[in-house]
């Protein structure tokens, strides 16, 4: 049994590898994601929110 699992991230549940964007969420499930499955080609400036924790603040903060 191996118990030196790496953490699995993105919504690809992947292990880390490359660039790699944290959100900003304080509750998000996954923290990193992989520029590749973000269709990024660079970091975003700022704060950066994945779609899971943008309809959290969205439903807590409707305007």
């Known amino acids: 049994e ?11 549940r992947q292990v880390s590898f490359g660039e790699m964007v944290g959100c900003d969420g304080e509750n998000c499930p996954y923290e990193w994601f992989h520029m590749e499955c973000l269709g990024l080609t ?21 305007n």
Do not use: V
């Open 2 to 12: 191996n118990n030196e699992e790496e953490p699995l991230y993105c919504y690809c």
């Open 42 to 62: 660079e970091p975003p400036a700022g704060k950066w929110y994945c779609n899971d924790c943008l309809a959290e603040i969205q439903r807590q903060n409707p």
